[in-house]
């Protein structure tokens, strides 16, 4: 049997759909009002998406994720945190669920994915730091990385 990557119609058809849940996840990144940088993230499971978050602000504070110095306020919740905890309030599980972020996440964030039951995680973009994805990665997490197409 050769080692050469033989062509599956069901790879192309996940890559295809890896891809357009990234895309959906960059729009809702758009819904961020933080100016420093734009998050979106969407978990999918069973092809159905479950749950959506972008970075900012927690409900019922001011939507200005920035400080006077341009830094980022320190209780800004990440995309990641927001779409773990709303599907929380909801009657679905995340056990299982594909996670999709616009940015790889960082440590904290990924210790929320592990302890969520995500099973994999698809990002377009890297983060400064991978400390993030080494902890996925050791927990048996699946990592995709899809390079943004712009």
């Known amino acids: 049997m050769s080692s050469e990557k033989v062509n599956n119609p069901d790879n192309d058809k996940q890559l295809l759909l890896d891809k357009r849940y990234l895309e959906m996840a960059t729009i809702w990144a758009s819904n961020s009002y933080c100016k420093r940088k734009q ?64 940015s790889s996440p960082c440590l904290e964030c990924s210790k929320l994915i592990i302890q969520s039951g995500i099973r994999r995680v698809v990002y377009s973009n890297k983060y400064r730091k991978n400390d993030g994805i080494d902890l996925l990665k050791r927990a048996g997490i699946e990592i995709a990385y899809i390079e943004p197409e712009n």
Do not use: Q, W
């Not at 110095?69 to 995309?79: G, I, M, R």
């Not at 599907?87 to 056990?95: L, P, Y």
């Open 39 to 102: 998050v979106g993230a969407l978990m999918v499971k069973d092809k159905m998406i479950i749950s959506d978050g972008y970075n900012g602000t927690p409900a019922g504070f001011e939507n200005i994720c920035e400080d006077e110095n341009d830094e980022t306020k320190p209780y800004v919740l990440h995309a990641e945190a927001n779409a773990i905890t709303k599907v929380a309030k909801t009657n679905n599980s995340s056990d299982g669920a594909t996670l999709y972020v616009t």
